[in-house]
């Protein structure tokens, strides 16, 4: 199911992150329930993380960075900068917390505004060092304000509270829940009803058998693959991931999703690149070594239907696919990021599939983006759009170690109808990261007028901290 989700900040400490003043919106005006609109403004904002960001001279204690959407798309100076340090968000930041490692949209407390669920697992919890906390942000009229922390439930089973998360409706009864991971094998669930002051509305404990490989759950993501109108869950692991499908008892086992000879973790995204009602899943393996692929990475498509998805792919994907650009090698890491979102604008769900370790030309590991349009049968291979730093109109030049696609997101953040592309380079400038913002198209992403934001630019040190490493809206 797609969930439709609908105070001011202090100065960071010490860390020479200069906050910007949002206009408030009208009193009289209510909030648009749309997905990730913190503000209510009837425009998806963008979360853009820095987890290794330093934040008043502690290292890695982490940022997130909101940029508003408007008619205009988004812009650095319509944004707001929140790490531990900012007024109302609970906890201290504090070295190694990296906070914004995973994030999460939904309207958790069903005020009409989406929230922003953050997720810091090097969090130490009294002396249990690296348990982990996930804080949830509150929307406003004046965007995300304040915080409120999730209790976890089991700190003795596991680390890494909340070191992946999702938000979806698992019961039915139209509030968005928080799904939430860690290095254990058990997936938490919060009921939707949390508050300010701290109820959590109820949770769940879904128990999985994810083989984490010492790494638990590491991506989790929702969807409504058998198309009930309510949401699916995705849990993926070191080896494997696991589909939990919802029906009248809750979520059960649906599917186990095998990675073959890879030791590498899974991305995961939930679209509807067919158009006929029901959501895909997408499962991209980026050192993929069981023969789809040759170690270069590969993307499979699982798809939706009113008996959920089968345990065996409809389409697999790799460079040595006829007309995907480049040739499939080894350690190319196609399938390190992937999103789902309707770029061109027909009514039919496209792919952004980062290839983050590509080397081209001279430059080793600098990366590059894919996007594959969706058809009624399937993902098309012909007409793929390729993107990378020496593409003209893209900002920036290909170097070693860029890292460009680590992340990817889809979203519709000018309200145009098509799906705008943002692109997260984690290692940029030795580290600093980096983000880039492609307007959606009727012909694709558009590569006239892109857009790239460093860490200077919205209000975070030159250091950065690796920002861009993860993307939700």
């Known amino acids: ?42 425009y998806r904002d963008l979360a853009v993380s820095a987890p290794a960001a330093p ?30 340090s900012s007024s109302g968000v609970p906890g201290a930041a504090e070295k190694y917390d990296l906070f914004g490692n995973a994030t999460a949209t939904g309207d958790f407390n069903g005020d009409g505004y989406a929230d922003l669920a953050v997720g810091s697992p090097g969090e130490d919890v009294g002396d249990d060092t690296s348990g982990g906390t996930v804080t949830l942000l509150w929307g406003s009229a004046s965007g995300l304000s304040g915080g409120t922390t999730v209790p976890d439930p089991a700190p ?47 949770k769940l404990s879904l128990a999985t058998t994810v083989d984490g490989n010492g790494q638990g759950v590491y991506q989790l993501v929702s969807g409504d693959l058998n198309g009930d109108g309510t949401s699916d869950l995705a849990v993926g692991g070191m080896w494997s991931s ?104 027909d009514g039919l769900a496209d792919v952004a599939i980062g290839s983050s370790d590509e080397s081209i030309g001279s430059a080793t590991t600098t990366g590059q983006v894919f996007v594959l349009r969706g058809t009624p049968t399937g993902l098309s291979t012909s007409g793929v759009q390729n993107v990378h730093q020496d593409t003209a109109g893209i900002p920036g030049a290909n170097e070693d170690v860029d890292r460009f696609g680590w992340a990817v ?46 860490p200077g630019s919205v209000g975070l040190s030159a250091a950065g901290g690796s920002f861009g490493e993860a993307l939700t809206g």
């Not at 989700?5 to 009208?26: D, H, K, Q």
């Not at 934040?55 to 100076?77: D, E, F, I, N, P």
């Not at 938000?167 to 254990?184: H, P």
């Open 55 to 84: 934040v008043g001279g502690y290292s890695r204690a982490g940022t997130v960075v909101t940029l508003y959407g408007s008619a205009s798309g988004v812009t650095s100076g319509h944004r707001k900068v929140l790490s531990q």
């Open 242 to 345: 696991l589909v939990y499908e919802s029906g009248p008892t809750g979520l059960s086992l649906a599917a186990t999703l095998d990675d073959g000879d890879s030791s590498n973790r899974q991305h995961l995204a939930i679209g509807d690149i067919t158009g006929d009602g029901y959501d895909d899943f997408v499962f991209g393996s980026p050192y993929d070594l069981n023969g789809w692929a040759s170690g270069g990475g590969s993307v499979s498509v699982f798809r939706g239907g009113v008996d959920g998805i089968s345990e065996e792919p409809n389409q697999v994907i790799n460079q040595s696919t006829s007309g995907i650009p480049g040739s499939d090698e080894y350690e190319d890491a196609f399938g390190s990021a992937v999103s789902v979102g309707d770029v061109d604008g």
């Open 409 to 454: 997101q889809l979203a519709d953040v000018n309200a145009d109808n098509r799906a705008d592309l943002f692109i997260g380079a984690e290692h940029e400038n030795d580290g600093a990261g980096a983000l880039w913002y492609l307007r959606g198209t009727s012909a694709g992403a558009g590569t006239s007028g892109v857009t790239s934001y460093g």
């Open 1 to 42: 199911m797609r969930i439709r989700t609908t105070a001011a900040l202090a100065a960071l400490v010490a860390a020479g992150l200069t906050p910007l003043t949002l206009p408030s919106a009208p009193a009289s005006a209510a909030p648009s329930g749309l997905q990730g609109d913190f503000n209510g403004d009837g």
């Open 156 to 202: 003795t089973k596991h680390d890494a509270f909340g070191q992946s998360l999702a938000a979806g409706d698992f019961n039915g009864d139209g509030e968005s829940d928080l799904a939430i991971g860690s290095t254990g094998t058990a997936v938490w669930i919060y009921k939707g009803g949390m508050t300010k002051a701290g109820g959590n509305g109820g």
